[in-house]
């Protein structure tokens, strides 16, 4: 009779918590960059993916991702915030103003000519 051995389970370590939290961060850092011109949603993306990816950074050692997440959700924050901020310099919107009506009695009409 031979028994077979079979290893103790590996418990659940803190480091494939954190890696999966650096993975989230990357995937919210490129979502963040497709959806920034939307600005509110692109910003609240951003947000979540450079809290995680600092976080992630903090726990883990999945630096790459980690920092790739914090970079990613950056670059989409800034522009978030740019468009954000500049989108009312590109809406131009025309007023009426008094000076139509002086235009169009200055305006040379068959009568005046001759």
């Keep these: 009779m031979t028994q077979e051995y079979a290893p103790p389970p590996l418990p659940e370590s803190p480091a494939s918590r954190s890696k999966g939290l650096a993975t989230i961060s990357l995937l919210?850092?490129?979502?963040?960059l497709v959806v920034s011109?939307?600005?509110?949603?692109?910003?609240?993306?951003?947000?979540?993916?450079?809290v995680l990816g600092?976080?992630?950074?903090?726990?883990?050692?999945a630096q790459?991702?980690?920092?790739?997440?914090?970079i990613t959700g950056t670059i989409g924050l800034v522009i978030?915030?740019?468009?954000?901020?500049?989108?009312g310099f590109f809406l131009h919107v025309?007023?009426?103003c008094g000076?139509?009506?002086e235009q169009s009695s200055t305006l040379l009409t068959p009568t005046t000519l001759g």
């Excluded at 011109?37 to 450079?50: D, P, Q, T």
């Excluded at 790459?64 to 914090?70: A, E, F, N, P």
Aim: hydrophobic share 55%; aromatic share 4%; charged share 10%.
């Design 54 to 61: 600092i976080i992630a950074r903090r726990r883990s050692q």
């Design 28 to 32: 919210l850092g490129l979502v963040a």
């Design 64 to 70: 790459v991702l980690s920092i790739l997440g914090i």
């Design 80 to 87: 978030s915030l740019y468009l954000t901020t500049t989108a």
């Design 37 to 50: 011109w939307l600005s509110i949603v692109g910003m609240v993306i951003s947000v979540l993916a450079v």
């Design 99 to 101: 000076c139509i009506e």
């Design 94 to 96: 025309e007023e009426p």
